[in-house]
């Protein structure tokens, strides 16, 4: 082996095993698993090695620079590779933020269409339809189809409840394992694409509240936000979004929110990732407050502000379509530049005490608000909660019917 063979595969190791590191002390921070002497002396040698390459480097700056030069070319070639694999720059996808000048389908509630391929009930478990991640990769990606077929242009990750922490603990993933399941979820959103034989559509990487990982059903009181910094936020939520991030994702759908600490720490937590895009979307207790009690136009407004750069939309999911209405003209009162995004549930509530379903006052299905939803003007449109790709193709009909009137 040459002198600059050995060179160039020291720094592999040495890059090799950083990564390694790196994903050790994640799991320190994110599932409080502790370094062991192992990682400790890894560590150790690593910065002797370092060191040791160091000295002998002095005086060799021409086959250093070589060397970094041509691992630039390489990562520059597997950088393109990957963004020729990634369906957002491959189908063009990703220009419909900008150029498109009609609403958005977005798809519905991912545990009501997955209850149609599977045998076993989904609400109760802590982990919820993440779970299926693991368990049933056959009928996620069935469930993301459906939404294909129904006419869905951003499909959503099935990640809302994913974390390292919830399938070391639910699922007894190996902690070195732990972040698959969801570098899976993208996986299959891609391999329904792919077996639709449609690349026109985006991913949208899923991250639920904090709420949501506790399965306690705080993310529609947002109970825990008083008891948060947005370090603890920012920390909580990183090793989710760097997994999406990191398999391609290029949008990411920040959902149900309850309030304004947790949307303000996830704007934060974006602009770190500077080429990714997203929205904020709350849960809300009525037509006018999000789940915590705050005013959700002024908490939209203030998201907007923080992030406009790379937000794509504000708006509202997994509440009353009845509250839509207002909640989106409060907002335009206050800013009329925000996006609006909503995909509400059924209407119906669930009941966190007897971990059911039950049903509220409204009575019409969310396509019958649409049309209203259109004229004032709403970017992306879909569904929460009960609503399959049924419903989706009801909206779907609606907003194509009113394309063909508005852009004729
Ligand atoms: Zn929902």
Request: glycine content about 8%; overall charge negative.
């Amino acid at each position: 082996m040459s002198e600059f063979e050995r060179l160039r595969s020291d720094r592999a190791r040495i890059r090799r095993s950083f990564t390694n590191i790196g994903k050790k002390i994640d799991a320190v921070l994110t599932v409080g698993r502790e370094l062991t002497d192992g990682d400790l002396n890894e560590l150790t040698s690593l910065f002797q090695l370092l060191t040791v390459r160091n000295d002998e480097l002095v005086g060799k700056d021409s086959d250093y620079l070589e060397m970094l030069e041509l691992d630039e070319a390489k990562e520059k070639e597997l950088n393109a590779e990957q963004d020729k694999k990634c369906y957002c720059f491959h189908s063009g996808a990703c220009k419909i933020f900008e150029e498109s000048p009609d609403p958005i389908l977005i798809d519905g509630g991912f545990s009501t269409e997955l209850s149609r391929h599977i045998n076993e009930r989904i609400d109760g478990h802590p982990l919820w339809t993440a779970r299926f991640l693991i368990t049933d990769k056959e009928a996620c990606i069935s469930a993301h189809r459906g939404f294909i077929k129904a006419g869905a242009k951003i499909i959503r990750t099935n990640s809302y409840q994913a974390s390292a922490d919830g399938f070391i603990k639910h699922m007894g993933v190996p902690s070195a394992e732990a972040i698959k399941p969801i570098v899976d979820s993208v996986a299959f959103c891609r391999k329904a694409m792919e077996l639709e034989n449609n690349s026109d559509v985006i991913i949208g990487g899923s991250i639920g509240p904090i709420g949501a990982l506790r399965g306690d059903g705080s993310e529609y009181s947002g109970k825990y936000c008083n008891d948060l910094t947005p370090q603890e936020y920012m920390c909580l939520h990183r090793h989710r979004v760097d997994a999406l991030v990191n398999s391609g994702v290029k949008l990411l759908c920040f959902e149900t929110i309850p309030c304004s600490s947790e949307a303000l720490a996830l704007v934060e937590l974006l602009k770190q990732y500077p080429n990714v895009r997203a929205w904020v979307s709350f849960s809300c207790r009525n037509d006018h407050q999000i789940s915590n009690g705050e005013i959700f136009a002024k908490v939209a407004a203030q998201c907007w502000k923080e992030g406009k750069d790379q937000l794509v939309a504000v708006g509202v999911n997994c509440m009353d379509p009845y509250w839509v209405s207002t909640l989106f003209k409060e907002l335009k009162n206050l800013d009329s530049t925000v996006p609006f995004v909503a995909y509400p549930n059924s209407g119906e509530r669930y009941d966190t005490v007897i971990k059911e379903w039950v049903q509220g006052e409204n009575k019409k299905v969310i396509a019958d608000y649409v049309q209203e939803w259109l004229e004032m003007g709403i970017k992306y449109v879909g569904g929460c909660c009960r609503n399959s790709s049924n419903e989706i193709k009801d909206i779907g009909a609606v907003i194509n019917k009113w394309k063909e009137v508005n852009r004729s």
